[in-house]
């Protein structure tokens, strides 16, 4: 790593990773702490501001990963709070829901709001265009917080340990809910983002995240030239270098500085609820 | 810094943005690297990649010595001995071979005596593990990935075989590293463009443990971003940033 005087990697301009997560000891990794310090120490030598983050229940250790217990969404979502809580500078956090236990999973989002969570985070208990989860999307609405909702880019079949949804599950939803910002997850995180971006075209409410390990050439132009950068949102999940290359990629691509800066953090500043991001405010025009 | 894993032309299952010599030259020096190891991206899928090799050789005649041919090699192909044999005179560092797309197991052959045949010929062998993520390839791209039984079955095949794998992931270069002698490791490099980076550190994690002079530079242009492994370098932890990747230069030294 660098000498922490080197500036950093992303520019010296705020920038929100709109979707990185956490682990905790509640999960089945030993060595949840130390990838939890790496990212920070990522974050800090990239130049990220804020991680907007979420944690999965207990991570697949005592319910699945994408169908978390009530019990294990309630202990993740203290721990992502403490994290929150803890690094107040530069840590924001998700409340992480199962739809399929409705009343519990509006009665967290009331909770986690009460304690500064500034966004919510649907994995992939249910499919997005399922009726059960407006009681979820009109919660968001009445707390002012935008819906990061996990995706699949263009789902041919059922995959194992999830239900997935794509972008025309999550358009249908977001039609039903035109009053709430959707952040469609990781256009570069599985399957085809070629067909995700005419599926949601349509639907303004809709952003889209960048995250992802898929690092494809054409992918990021493809998003600008079908959404426009107004509707692009930074950010790494797990795979951090993929995060910093693609941020290097809008370089590449020659966008404006006014363009980029609505993808570092001004789309961000825009959608979540205000005072989020005091470091990234006032969001550029 | 070279890049070995750097192709030119059309892919078959979705557009590719301008997949040129020329442009790869001005993304090599906006990236500060000195040269690349180039592929003909189209051969890997022709039957008979010849032609598709013909057109790599004239393609990259202008920008020699700093886009360095690496022709696609069928060895159940009449006559692939003789291309071998071109490839040398073209001035190629390596080989590329494609044995899933060519429906090859893990165990044929005809993928040892081509090995055996690069080496000889003082050539690497290029091995590819994947084009795509396996969750958004094309139903006609049926191939699958390259498995690291394959890779073994390679490395243990003499000791003048000298492997670059690309496009590997951690757990199959661990598979793979730790099913070697440690002779056999020696025959093996690694390119880094799809190993993962913070949080998880798996670069890190793979420098720690296997050594950073079994890696080498690749990007996989022009299908993926050639900022990613320059970014991975960068956000190396302190223990490990900045140590030396092998030279492909010296594969045979």
Same mark, same amino acid.
């Given at each position: 790593m660098s000498p922490v005087s080197a500036p950093p990697l992303g520019g010296p301009e705020p920038l929100i990773d709109v979707h990185a997560h956490f682990h905790h000891a509640g999960g089945p990794r030993a060595d949840w702490a130390a990838v939890n310090d790496a990212r920070f120490r990522a974050g800090a030598r990239i130049g990220i501001t804020y991680h907007v983050a979420s944690v999965l229940g207990s991570w697949g250790f005592s319910s699945p990963i994408y169908f978390p217990?009530? &019990?294990?969404?309630?202990?993740?979502? @203290?721990?992502?709070?403490?994290?929150? !809580?803890?690094?107040?500078?530069?840590?924001?956090? =998700?409340?992480?829901?199962?739809?399929?236990?409705?009343? *519990?999973?509006?009665?967290?989002?009331a909770r986690c709001a009460a304690r500064g969570a500034v966004g919510l985070k649907l994995a992939a208990s249910r499919r997005a265009d399922d009726p059960l989860l407006d009681?979820?999307?009109?919660? +968001?609405?009445? *707390?002012?917080?935008?819906? #990061?909702?996990?995706?699949?880019?263009?789902?041919? &079949?059922?995959?194992?340990?999830? !239900?997935?949804?794509?972008?025309?599950? #999550?358009?249908?939803?977001?039609? %039903? *809910?035109?009053?709430?910002?959707? $952040?469609?997850?990781?256009?570069g995180g599985g399957g085809d983002y070629l067909h995700t971006l005419p599926a949601i075209a349509d639907t303004p409410n809709i952003l889209v995240d960048v995250s992802g390990s898929g690092v494809d050439r054409g992918m990021l132009?493809?998003?600008?030239?079908?959404?426009?950068? !107004?509707?692009?949102?930074?950010?790494?999940?797990?795979?951090? !270098?993929?995060?910093?290359?693609?941020?290097?990629?809008?370089?590449? $691509?020659?966008?404006?500085?006014?363009? &980029?800066?609505?993808?570092? =953090?001004?789309?961000?500043?825009?959608?979540?609820?205000?005072?989020?991001?005091?470091?990234a405010e006032p969001a550029p025009a | 810094m070279i890049d070995v894993n750097a192709l030119i032309g059309s892919y078959p299952f979705r557009y590719v943005p301008h997949p040129d010599p020329d442009v790869l030259t001005r993304v090599l020096e906006r990236e500060g690297l000195s040269g690349a190891w180039v592929g003909h991206l189209p051969?890997?899928?022709?039957?008979?990649?010849?032609?598709?090799?013909?057109?790599?050789?004239?393609? #990259?005649?202008? =920008?020699?010595?700093? #886009?360095?041919?690496?022709?696609?090699?069928?060895? @159940?192909?009449?006559?692939w001995e003789q291309a071998v044999r071109t490839a040398v005179r073209a001035g190629a560092p390596a080989v590329r071979a494609y044995p899933t797309i060519w429906q090859f197991g893990p165990h044929d052959p005809r993928m040892?005596?081509?090995?055996?045949?690069?080496? @000889?010929?003082?050539?690497?062998?290029?091995?590819? /593990? %994947?084009?795509?993520?396996?969750?958004? %390839?094309?139903?006609?791209?049926? +191939?699958?990935?390259?498995?690291?039984?394959?890779?073994?079955?390679?490395? &243990?095949?003499?000791?003048?075989?000298?492997?670059?794998?690309?496009?590997?992931?951690?757990?199959?270069?661990?598979?793979? *590293?730790?099913?070697?002698?440690?002779?056999?490791?020696?025959?093996?490099v690694w390119d880094i463009s799809w190993i993962w980076g913070p949080p998880e550190d798996h670069l890190a994690r793979l420098f720690r443990t296997i050594g950073a002079d079994r890696f080498v530079y690749g990007t996989q242009w022009p299908l993926r971003l050639t900022q990613a492994p320059r970014a991975n370098l960068a956000l190396l932890p302190d223990d /490990?940033?900045?140590?030396?990747?092998?030279?492909?230069?010296?594969?045979?030294?």
């Open positions: 217990s009530p &019990r294990d969404v309630t202990a993740g979502n @203290d721990a992502m709070l403490a994290i929150a !809580e803890r690094e107040p500078a530069c840590v924001r956090a =998700y409340v992480t829901v199962n739809p399929n236990h409705t009343a *519990h999973a509006v009665q967290e989002i009681p979820v999307c009109e919660a +968001a609405a009445r *707390h002012g917080l935008p819906v #990061l909702h996990h995706v699949w880019q263009h789902r041919t &079949r059922d995959w194992p340990t999830q !239900e997935i949804s794509d972008g025309v599950d #999550l358009a249908a939803l977001a039609r %039903r *809910h035109v009053g709430v910002s959707f $952040i469609l997850a990781h256009i132009d493809e998003a600008i030239l079908q959404l426009g950068a !107004e509707r692009i949102l930074w950010g790494c999940d797990v795979t951090m !270098e993929t995060g910093i290359a693609k941020l290097m990629g809008f370089e590449a $691509i020659r966008l404006d500085a006014g363009q &980029r800066r609505l993808i570092r =953090y001004g789309n961000a500043v825009r959608i979540f609820p205000a005072g989020s991001f005091p470091l | 051969s890997a899928f022709y039957r008979d990649p010849s032609a598709g090799n013909a057109q790599l050789y004239t393609a #990259l005649a202008p =920008y020699q010595p700093t #886009l360095r041919p690496v022709p696609a090699i069928r060895p @159940d192909w009449p006559k040892r005596e081509l090995a055996q045949a690069c080496g @000889d010929a003082r050539l690497a062998l290029v091995l590819t /593990v %994947r084009f795509e993520d396996l969750r958004q %390839r094309h139903p006609l791209d049926a +191939a699958g990935d390259l498995t690291a039984a394959a890779i073994r079955d390679l490395a &243990r095949c003499g000791p003048g075989v000298r492997l670059v794998v690309a496009a590997a992931g951690r757990e199959m270069i661990e598979e793979v *590293h730790w099913g070697l002698t440690p002779e056999e490791q020696r025959r093996v /490990v940033a900045g140590k030396p990747l092998a030279d492909p230069d010296r594969l045979f030294v």
